[in-house]
């Protein structure tokens, strides 16, 4: 097998024990927010409870809680338009570099 292939197959294995391992290691925990770990620290350091300053749009939208695979469905959508804006721009630099060369 040629020497790009080899590395292919061994990043590809990579990745999916990177994604898998830790399904089968963190048996029972709990992925918190950002959100939870911020008012916590504030109740600690203050003392008193944090209340928000305005309620999420979905949510008043609804009357309700979004459920966790829309918030998760949010997330992944927002993840893949930055990644995609990062891609093009980097793609245009490349390609501009290319062209530069050339000249």
């Given at each position: 097998?040629?020497?790009?292939?080899?590395?292919?197959?061994?990043?590809?294995?990579?990745?999916?024990?990177?994604?898998?391992?830790?399904?089968?290691?963190?048996?029972?925990?709990?992925?918190?927010?950002?959100?939870?770990?911020?008012?916590?620290?504030?109740?600690?350091i203050t003392g008193t409870e944090s209340e928000p300053w305005f309620d999420p749009v979905f949510e008043?939208?609804?009357?309700?809680?979004?459920?966790g695979e829309i918030e998760s469905l949010f997330f992944c959508v927002q993840t893949g338009i930055g990644v995609g804006i990062i891609a093009f721009f980097m793609g245009r630099f490349v390609e501009r570099k290319k062209h530069e060369d050339k000249a």
């Open positions: 097998m040629k020497k790009k292939t080899i590395t292919a197959i061994v990043l590809i294995i990579l990745a999916v024990l990177i994604a898998l391992v830790p399904l089968f290691t963190q048996k029972g925990s709990e992925f918190g927010g950002s959100d939870d770990a911020g008012s916590e620290m504030i109740s600690e008043t939208a609804i009357g309700g809680e979004l459920p």
